[in-house]
């Protein structure tokens, strides 16, 4: 999966789960405040992540640290590098 | 009448959540579908003889048990009698092939040495295992008064399973089998259990074990004392259709009778499966729909409850597992009824005190009733067949594998179609969800402003995690530092 694919799986499995307008889902929107998710939705995010690709996320301290859509994107990516 | 809080099913997390609420000034309004309060765990009486059908034994109610505090807390110490177990064997495990038996101690430290001593070259392993459970059981919030309570936490999720753990004593499948025995008690296999639930539920019971005199009855019969004391409203018979919420928030209910009741807080303590349907659609997002919808639900079980000619001395303050063979505790729904593990427990004692009757538990499936689910199948000959089919059978079962029973004589045999009458879950799933490796149960807080879920699937199983529920979604409403605070008072 290149780079780009990993990106929109993050991206469309995000909106349709969320409910989320592709629009707003810019690197740079913060999840919270831009893409209106509260705390209460970080397990949601685990949980859409690891189904859309197959791994188990472990990494408290970095999905504690996730602030931006960027930072989701980052953090799958490294996960998918690490895992192929 | 208006109500500040509703509240879903009048279980012990249910009655445990009033109770809270109430005290901080709430009117609370309990609905319950069944005709009493607490049906899985008031226990029945049947020939002159009390059974328990929820609760069995309880956990960490010991000195310095960290249930103790709650139980102080709610007022139930005031109300109830409690009784130690065995302490050379509160539960005791025999290995059918064989006819081995292994009394399980109360305490860490007798288990550490009791267990030393009979698997001597793995004495250290052994310490160091059960040190960790001593460390580690009540590190659960509630349980824990004085550390952080809301760290998200993976480790019970994607932790290690018990069988893994298990892994270092292969070549001792008789230890494997005795600290894995205790996956009874929340229902499902250790392959799928993490340690860490584990090491909370076996380890409760590793620290005391009490029974309450008068049994689950008693325990809820004393509940419903403190919640008449505090002022909640109590409904039976009131079964709840739908919810009326919409994303600025719960604004009440609708009984199955049309009645519409209003309040600001809904407290749902039903398997949590069986939420979206009651809520308008659309309202949760598709995540966290289908996140409630593909919980997984606990295996069911058949119940025997039987009669017997002498006193069952051998069940006095403790109770028989039986594993077919040694290993890690395994079960099958394809596996024949004589080859599954069982699990053996007094019934409530006479005024003389004699044991007169037993509780045997089997795990089955549902698809093994599921043929007489309907209202008439269920009246059937075909099911009543069935029924005394699958009792005799237990029954003989249990002879076969413990020459201490008497002549026992079946009075009842629960089928997952009847646990399903009693708690609603899907499937008769004898601990309603389940908290599996890999699954993250819900919480509390919804994201539907007023609306709050409770029960064993959102803290853990039995009438400690039960209650534990109950005060964490009760915290999560109230502010988890002031009711903290208040238990932290009770130590």
Avoid at chain 2, 34 to 58: E, I, K, M, T
Avoid at chain 2, 225 to 250: D, M, N, P, Y
Avoid at chain 2, 274 to 281: N, R, T, V, Y
């Amino acid at each position: 999966m290149t780079e780009q694919e990993v990106i929109e799986r993050i991206d469309s499995s995000l909106a349709e789960e969320f409910e989320l307008d592709r629009a707003d889902m810019t690197p740079e929107a913060n999840i919270y405040d831009d893409l209106g998710l509260d705390s209460l939705d970080t397990v949601d995010m685990v949980i859409v992540l690891e189904g859309a690709f197959d791994f188990k996320i472990r990494e408290e301290e970095a999905v504690r640290n996730i602030r931006t859509l960027g930072d989701i994107h980052r953090f799958v990516l490294e996960k998918v590098t690490q895992n192929s | 009448m208006m109500y500040d809080s509703l509240i879903i099913g009048a279980g012990l997390s249910g009655l445990t959540s009033a109770l809270l609420l109430a005290r901080s000034g709430r009117r609370v309004l309990v609905l319950e579908q069944h005709a009493q309060p607490a049906p899985v765990a008031r226990g029945f009486f049947r020939d002159g003889l009390y059974f328990d059908s929820g609760f069995h034994y309880a956990g960490g109610l010991g000195p310095k048990g960290a249930f103790r505090p709650l139980f102080r807390h709610l007022g139930l110490e005031q109300k109830l009698e409690l009784y130690p177990f065995a302490a050379q064997g509160f539960d005791r495990l025999r290995i059918a092939a064989t006819g081995e038996t292994c009394s399980m101690p109360v305490g860490f430290e007798n288990i550490k040495a009791k267990l030393g001593d009979q698997f001597p070259a793995v004495r250290g392993q052994i310490n160091q295992y059960i040190d960790e459970i001593a460390d580690n059981w009540s590190r659960f919030p509630y349980l824990d008064l004085d550390s952080d309570l809301t760290g998200f936490s993976l480790e019970s999720v994607q932790g290690c399973s018990l069988s893994d753990r298990l892994q270092a004593f292969a070549d001792y499948p008789l230890l494997q089998s005795q600290l894995s025995m205790h996956s009874l008690l929340y229902g499902f296999l250790p392959e799928a259990a993490s340690a860490t639930l584990n090491s909370l539920v076996a380890g409760s019971y590793y620290h005391s074990v009490h029974g309450i005199v008068g049994g689950g009855r008693a325990l809820v019969e004393a509940l419903l004392e403190l919640l008449a004391e505090a002022g909640v409203q109590l409904r039976c018979g009131a079964e709840v259709a739908t919810l009326l919420a919409t994303s600025a928030g719960v604004t009440g209910l609708t009984l199955l009778s049309g009645e519409e009741i209003f309040a600001q807080e809904v407290i749902a303590t039903q398997n949590p499966t069986l939420l979206p349907g009651m809520l308008p659609k659309g309202l949760l997002r598709p995540v966290y729909q289908k996140r409630l919808e593909q919980l997984r639900q606990t295996p069911s079980a058949y119940i025997v409850y039987a009669k017997s000619r002498q006193s069952l001395e051998f069940l006095r303050g403790s109770n028989l597992f039986v594993q077919p063979k040694a290993g890690i505790f395994s079960y099958a729904a394809t596996q024949s009824l004589d080859e599954r593990p069982f699990y053996l427990t007094a019934a409530g004692p006479k005024s003389d005190g004699g044991i007169m009757g037993l509780v045997g538990i089997v795990p089955a499936g549902y698809a093994e009733v599921s043929a007489w689910a309907s209202a008439e199948k269920r009246r059937s000959a075909g099911y009543r067949t069935h029924k005394q089919k699958v009792g005799a059978r237990l029954l003989k079962r249990f002879a076969d594998s413990c020459p201490e029973l008497a002549e026992l004589e079946l009075l009842e045999l629960a089928t997952p179609l009847t646990l399903h009458d009693y708690s609603l879950a899907p499937q008769g799933a004898i601990y309603g969800v389940g908290h599996f490796l890999g699954q993250y149960n819900p919480y509390p807080l919804t994201r539907i402003p007023g609306l709050f879920l409770s029960g064993q699937a959102i803290a853990a199983p039995g009438f400690l995690g039960a209650v534990a529920a109950g005060y964490l979604t009760s915290g999560s409403i109230l502010g988890h530092e002031s009711l903290r605070g208040e238990i932290r008072a009770c130590r």
